[in-house]
């Protein structure tokens, strides 16, 4: 069975950093593009960031553009998501998601065939 598992999700002051991670079960990530999503009580779901298969194209939203950080060690099946300098307007349901394209970086979260359950991160004071 196929499965991603995210971790790495908590509560965590304005300011502050947390990095997820996502595991990958069934799956050999080398051949998969990766994304991470977000979503918020009340809000659509929407693209955080993104990595091709080996990792050499990454795109990011423009709210989390110098902020947050993807990536990921095949060997290891995982993808990191690594989050600075958090903002109350960061608390979402995180999700790592993965589609088998080579050398692309997919934005489109309809473009994927497999979901992790999901991380909660709170920023709050």
């Known amino acids: 069975q196929s499965q991603l598992v995210e971790s790495g999700g908590g509560l965590v002051q304005p300011g502050g950093s947390l990095r997820l991670t996502c595991v990958a079960s069934g799956l050999t990530l080398d051949y998969y593009a990766i994304g991470w999503f977000r979503q918020a009580p009340g809000k659509e779901r929407e693209g955080v960031a993104c990595?091709?298969?080996?990792?050499?194209?990454?795109d990011y939203a423009d709210s989390v553009k110098g902020r947050f950080t993807i990536s990921r060690d095949n060997a290891k099946n995982t993808v990191y998501l690594q989050m600075n300098s958090l903002k109350p307007e960061d608390t979402a349901v995180y999700y790592c998601?993965?589609?088998?394209?080579?050398?692309?970086?997919?934005?489109?979260?309809?473009?994927?065939?497999?979901w992790g359950q999901g991380t909660q991160v709170t920023v709050s004071s």
């Open positions: 990595a091709s298969n080996r990792g050499g194209n990454t």
């Open positions: 998601a993965a589609v088998i394209k080579a050398y692309v970086c997919v934005r489109n979260s309809k473009e994927y065939d497999y």
